[in-house]
């Protein structure tokens, strides 16, 4: 029986079966504290018994997460969570292996891991905290910092360019890609269970606010009176419509997105791109993710994409049992004095 089919025996968990007695070591306001309270609400419902979740970090202020979820873990070093999860997913493929990271743990020095378990797709999740900032080490500028940015370690704006993290995704063929905010809290309860039902890697992009040292990065995304014009909301089989008054759609003229008033009497809800998440092209959720670079243009929150196809643990598990069935098990023993053996006297 797989964890996903099994409960942990006697009552119903509830979110105080998912917190530990530890103190929480972020800074007050920090939103990660929401994405950890999000987490302990979901995970009850999630049908996986609570000894068969895995939290995986590497280092950075969101790598903190498995000391605050009351089931198994392990806090990495620095970059390397994907590559840890992939080993423990493959050893252990009935388990719920989940990663938390941030955009510079995962998208510098972890960079390479992250799109090599995208496109393996090993069946993890992945929960990356973007706040665009190095919080843990005061505030130094990200991979996901943009251009301009004038921090520590750039007192005169940083000349990079940034990781666009869905984009990156996109790129390797992320079975499930998503975005979600630290402030919209059903939200990103929805994201993380939908992730959750995915069978593949499922990468979600949580904006999340560092109050210290990047404080109202994303206001414009999360205050009542300017989200309704900034943000776009994707659901599947439904016109891209946002404004105050729903009075604004997006247009998509062959691959060419324009934003048009609907309230003029020009165009209407049937005029309007419809969103589907299960389109098998890359195309549309690519030019979704190029949105946060365009002016004019509603940051979109939801999934861009999700796909089907093999995951690598699922692979690997069975190439072992064809390979066990034809040949037999194997003899650790026979196979170290095999060939390419030699004495040394």
Known sequence: MSAQEVKTEGAKLTVKDFQTPHDIRWCPGCGDYSILAQMQRVSPDLNVAKENFVWVSGIGCSSRFPYYMDTYGFHGIHGRAPAIAT??????????????????????????????????????????????????????????SEKGKKTKSTPYGAIDHPFNPVAVALGVDTTFIARTMDRDAKHMQLMMNRAAAHKGTALIEVYQNCNIFNDGAYEHLTEKDQKPDTTVFLEHGKPLIFGKNKDKGIRLNGFTPA???????????????????????????????????????????????????????????????????????????????????????
């Open 87 to 144: 080993g423990v997913k493959v050893a252990r493929p009935d388990l719920s292996v989940w990663v938390a990271t941030g955009d510079g743990d995962l998208l510098s020095i972890g960079g390479n891991h992250f799109i090599h378990a995208c496109r393996r797709n090993v069946d993890l999740k992945i929960l990356l905290f973007n706040n665009r900032i190095y919080g843990l080490t005061k505030g130094q500028f990200s991979p996901t």
């Open 259 to 345: 934003v048009v008033d609907l309230s003029s009497g020009q165009f209407t809800a049937d005029d309007c791109w419809v969103h589907d998440e299960f389109d098998k092209s890359p195309v549309r959720a690519t030019i979704l993710s190029h949105f946060t670079e365009m002016e004019d243009f509603p940051v979109p929150f939801g999934i861009f994409r999700q796909t089907t196809k093999n995951t690598y643990d699922g692979d690997v598990q069975q190439q072992i049992d064809d390979i066990t069935k034809s040949q037999g098990k194997g003899d650790l023993m026979k196979l170290f004095t095999s060939a390419n053996t030699w004495e040394v006297k």
